[in-house]
Nanobody
Framework: QVQLVESGGGLVQAGGSLRLSCAAS????????MGWFRQAPGREREFVASINWNGVSTAYADSVKGRFAISRDNAKNTVSLQMNSLKPDDTAVYYCAARLPLGAPPPQQGYSYWGQGTQVTVSS
């Protein structure tokens, strides 16, 4: 069982930056594939970014490439999402998710554990 707690959300002006963090419980954190997703009002949840167990492999949604960066610290059981050049369209609740190391599904799929989410609001 993995528990995930996000933090770092808030209100920021367009062009600004925020850094989201996700703290995970459990000794097996270093084996999990981690991801960030977001859901805006009236829209489906969408994939944002993912990172493999050792941080070597990352993936991003086209909408955030070049602006967002995902990273992890296995010693601290944390995964972060640095968000730069934020746009009003980035406004959403951001969720951290963990995937067990089973098989090799696409980075957008297969997540078993989810955090409660943190609100990010970007004003124009």
């Amino acid at each position: 069982q993995v528990q995930l707690v996000e933090s770092g959300g808030g209100l920021v002006q367009a062009g600004g930056s925020l850094r989201l963090s996700c703290a995970a419980s459990g000794r097996a954190f270093s084996t999990y594939f981690m991801g960030w997703f977001r859901q805006a009002p009236g829209r489906e949840r969408e994939f944002v970014a993912s990172i493999n167990w050792n941080g070597v492999s990352t993936a991003y949604a086209d909408s955030v490439k070049g602006r967002f960066a995902i990273s992890r610290d296995n010693a601290k059981n944390t995964v972060s999402l640095q968000m730069n050049s934020l746009k009003p369209d980035d406004t959403a609740v951001y969720y951290c998710a963990a995937r067990l190391p089973l098989g090799a599904p696409p980075p957008q799929q297969g997540y078993s554990y989810w955090g409660q989410g943190t609100q990010v609001t970007v004003s124009s």
